[in-house]
């Protein structure tokens, strides 16, 4: 069985926005265009499929004003993936846009971590500068997944199979945690929203959407090391992702191949 996986970064959505906005404490004279991209990915071997997050589903895209480039069932089923038949889902966290469309996946075990579950059902609900980009929509589904048993619980680092590990790292959320993923390549880092952008790690400056910044600057280092060099970390919302790596498959516009060498 080989523990060599194909990563897919799929695009699903679109959001505009100005630089500043994507720095805590950001200047607002740097108010140049710097757009989010939002993707789910898809971890493949001969034998193994995971899916990283979820996505938003279109009602949420209209609640939230984001654009929804294609639905994320359409984005899987176009590089043969059937979210019917996916028996694990990894949650790198419950933010709206990560973990909407649970549905879509009937049979599959979800994987979190205990400080997320934790962090999403507890005291820190209760402000709503913490909740803001959270569903309880979301969150009383996966409460009836645990209840279902359908929720795998991890804590710190886990080894879901030979050449996919989970590491907590937290700060953008509680229990955030990052997937690390053996390639033809080397090892592969899909931080999710450790780092939404390239320029957040490059900077060593997080994204405004933080719980601790203690943990969001030590999660820069964790990756870093993690990876097998800075061209194995691929960030969760930089619309580069797009044009650095090969199309999965010519005329699929906005899929593309992780585990292939990026352009420089
Ligand atoms: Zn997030
Ligand atoms: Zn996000």
Redesign the pocket.
Known sequence: MSDIYEIYAIHYGHHDRKAHENFLGGDPHEDGDMPLDYFVWAIVSESRTFVLDTGFAPDMAQKRGRQLIRPVHEGLAAIGVDPAAVDDVILS?M?Y??AGNLPLFPTARFHIQDAEMEYVTGRCMCHGVLRG?FEAEHVAQMVHNVFDGRVQFHEGVSVLAPGVTLHKVGG??KGLQVTRVKTRRGWVVLAS?AAHLYANIERNHPFP?VVDVDDYLEAFTTIRKLASSEAHVVPGHDPLVLARYPLAKAGLAGVVRLDAEPKA
């Open positions: 966290h933010h846009d990560h980009a953008h959320t929203d959407v």
